[in-house]
């Protein structure tokens, strides 16, 4: 199948959210044995659905078949106000796996009454067995937050998320964990509680109730465990094969020791073009951060982007060797880092529909110390967001003149892409402390000061001939895209991630304040602010200055950092990073708004088609694109559902 111009990028908006589709890049360029693998892995990565809501508030589950079953057989008005509303609210039910909205995790309220709820249950068969469900899914005061971290009350009482039964208190639960890892092996901790709901037993003490094959969820691990088995088969080398076996293990027997021997041997497994997640991950669900919830994923290697980061990290000796450093503190052997770029082939779990676009794992401390780490940027998913984002007007409302717009319409992307790779794979490398300097000596500075570190080593190269030469930027110009749309971000258009009346405080979003304030005070022939009919825009008088601003200022930020220089990093980033100009933020909030962008997006995965002969043996596999959000959940609801 060919991607042609036609993709379509952006699906329904609703709510506070946006549905994007992404495209399986290169998928049809891959071997019928690759296909298949990628098949049985997405299959065993879409079964985990309804362990996830289950994990996310008990009542997920009933809830979701009660709403999916009036949309089935509602008889009123379908064109009535309170139904629409009732459709927006099972959409964001769906996208947020759950009754608790995906990122706040407070409650989502319906725009529809009791009473309309009440009307529509009578048309759904057995509708009595939904009556508690009510004043869960009406009344705000019934679980209001999913995750509840306010410190001094007992979070777990609190949270709505179904990872400690119902009346366990904070206390219990932090004494059961510290008893468990008191009596582990403490130089290889395992992930103490990360596969269980804890539970109260007759005689009210509390256990463990294993998430595997023969125990809670066992219904759905046994289909994942089914195409994770199939998948075998496909495996492209031993290591893969070994991997696949170890997770199986892990799904059969719940031995969290065995978990650990599968992420050692998924973290050395290199070689494949062909990636997966799939089982209980990130710990961000759970209030006192132990449980894991289940995501799942498959990815497959984008070999031209890959080379764009290989590229770097071979010549990372020549970067060095060239940047505006003073001499001492360069680092005289220098090795890039290699990050993969992948394509995202499925979604599932805790990584659908709402996805991050970067991943690092494993989690444990001890196996990333002692046997390293695995990084990727999931390319097809930043692709769709760059698509999604053109035309919405933004760039419109914020770009100069037009000139300066067909510039970041041509080069952004590409751009922002490269100054991401040279912040990554070189970057954060580069450079060495003095003799003696304390690596913490910059204390609460010193990630923002890193930050810039790395940025700015980005931002000056960016503009090198030297990425002509590797063929890296498509022409020497190109770069003023990023210094263009990178300045614009620092010194206003980030503001609308800001409340007003705070500051700014998250470290990133400070290393571009930083540098783009510093750049404006101290090189006003290069660039300034300007008002026309009321508003105002960022106007570059020089772009070669530019690039002497951000060596200069590269050149102190190294200086800080290697003499471990903490009045300078205070001075530096309190003057310029930190402090939000009050008439300029109102004003970028204000043009923001009228623009009504949705600010949560998330995917619609592909819908795979296997083909086969009259012998019924498979000849390819095919993505299509073709399903609504709606259609798909429902999908997912009657072919991925359990009785867990
Ligand atoms: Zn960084």
Redesign the pocket.
């Known amino acids: 199948m060919k991607t042609d111009r036609k993709f379509q990028y952006t699906e329904e908006r609703f709510a506070d959210l946006q549905l994007l589709r992404y495209n399986v890049e290169g998928f049809e360029t891959l071997s019928l044995r690759q296909k298949t693998y990628i098949y049985h892995l997405s299959e065993a990565a879409l079964w985990g659905r309804d362990i996830l809501w289950h994990q996310n508030c008990r009542y997920n589950l009933p809830i979701r078949h009660l709403l999916e079953e009036i949309l089935q057989n509602y008889k009123g008005d379908r064109q009535s106000e309170e139904y629409q509303q009732f459709i927006v609210y099972l959409k964001r039910v769906w996208f947020s796996n759950g009754i608790h909205h995906h990122y706040s995790t407070e409650k989502i309220l319906p725009g529809f009454s009791e009473q309309f709820l009440r009307e529509a249950m009578k048309d759904v068969p057995d509708h009595e067995q939904y009556e508690a469900l009510i004043p869960v899914i009406i009344d705000p005061t019934v679980m209001p937050k999913r995750v509840n971290q306010a410190d001094g009350e007992d979070l777990i009482l609190t949270s709505a998320c179904n990872y400690y039964e119902e009346g366990i208190t904070q206390q219990e639960a932090e004494d059961f964990y510290a008893r468990q890892k008191g009596e582990g092996n403490p130089e290889e901790p395992i992930m103490y509680g990360m596969n269980s709901q804890l539970v109260r037993q007759e005689d009210g003490s509390l256990a463990e109730r294993v998430w595997k094959s023969d125990g809670m969820y066992g219904e759905a691990i046994c289909h994942i465990v089914e195409h994770l088995e199939a998948a075998i088969s496909y495996a492209e080398n031993e290591k893969q094969i070994e991997v696949i076996r170890l997770l199986l293990d892990f799904y059969h027997t719940g031995d969290l020791a065995t978990f650990d021997r599968y992420t050692i041997a998924w973290v050395q497994e290199t070689t494949g073009r062909i990636d997966f997640i799939n089982g209980f991950t990130e710990v961000y669900g759970d209030p006192l951060g132990l449980k894991a919830s289940w995501e799942g994923y498959v990815n497959f290697t984008d070999l031209k982007a890959t080379g764009r980061t290989e590229k770097l990290s071979q010549n990372a000796q020549w970067f060095e060797d060239h940047s505006p450093v003073d001499a001492r503190f360069k680092k005289p052997s220098c090795q890039g880092v290699s990050a993969r770029v992948v394509v995202a082939a499925i979604l599932g779990g805790d990584l659908y529909p709402s996805s991050a676009i970067g991943i690092n794992l494993p989690n444990s401390n001890w196996v990333r110390a002692t046997h390293g780490s695995k990084s990727v940027t999931i390319g097809n998913l930043t692709h769709a967001y760059d698509e999604a984002a053109k035309g919405n007007g933004f760039r419109q409302e914020f770009v100069i003149d037009a000139q300066t717009l067909a510039l970041l319409d041509q080069h952004a992307d590409v751009c922002d892409d490269l100054h991401t790779d040279l912040?990554?794979c070189l970057?954060?490398g580069s450079g060495r402390l003095l003799p003696g300097v304390d690596p913490d000596a910059l204390k609460a500075y010193g990630s923002t000061i890193?930050?810039a570190r790395?940025d700015l080593f980005g931002l000056y190269y960016l503009a090198d001939p030297k990425l002509v030469e590797l063929d890296l930027t498509p022409k020497a110009e190109a770069y003023k895209a990023q210094y263009y749309s990178y300045l614009m971000n620092g010194l206003m258009t980030q503001l609308v991630r800001i409340e007003p009346g705070c500051q700014v405080e998250e470290a990133?979003m400070r290393n571009r304040a930083l540098i783009a304030h510093w750049t404006q005070a101290h090189y006003p022939e290069a660039i300034r602010l300007i008002q026309r009919e009321g508003k105002t825009y960022l106007e570059v008088l020089s772009y070669p200055t530019l690039r002497n601003a951000f060596a200069t200022l590269l050149a102190e930020v190294q200086r800080i950092k290697s003499e471990g220089d903490y009045e300078a990093a205070k001075a530096l980033v309190e003057t310029y990073g930190v402090k939000v100009d009050v008439q300029i933020h109102a004003e970028v909030l204000a043009r923001y708004k009228r623009l009504n962008l949705a600010p949560y997006k998330g995917f619609i995965n592909p819908r795979y088609e296997v083909l086969h002969n009259a012998d019924g043996v498979i000849t390819d596999i095919v993505p299509h694109y073709d399903e609504s959000f709606t259609e798909q959940m429902l999908r997912y609801s009657r072919d991925y559902s359990t009785n867990d």
């Open positions: 912040h990554e970057g954060h890193e930050e790395a990133h």
